[in-house]
């Protein structure tokens, strides 16, 4: 991943995205500034159960895949329900 971890997250999600994912694990309303990608793909890991101790090796690929899945029926629930 390198140097793009570090730059802002609307290269891979929508405002909209990032403003429901962050209200989803934050439960708080988002900054004005998007979040880093590195940010997003560790909240998105936590919808699919990682859980992010200081003795915890990095997101692996089956909780940030779990994480995605989750997401992607939040972001459909919220399309479905608030237009």
């Given at each position: 991943m390198g140097e793009s971890k570090n730059q802002n997250?609307?290269?891979v999600l929508t405002?909209?995205?990032w403003h429901i994912l962050y209200q989803k694990v934050n439960r708080k309303n988002p900054p004005?500034?998007?979040p880093k990608i590195k940010d997003v793909c560790y909240w998105i890991a936590k919808l699919g159960g990682y859980?992010?101790?200081k003795c915890?090796?990095?997101p692996g690929i089956i909780s940030?895949?779990?994480g995605w899945?989750?997401?992607m029926?939040?972001?459909e629930d919220y399309h479905a329900f608030c237009g």
């Open positions: 997250c609307e290269l405002e909209k995205e004005r500034n998007p859980i992010g101790r915890d090796f990095p940030i895949w779990r899945t989750r997401f029926e939040v972001v």
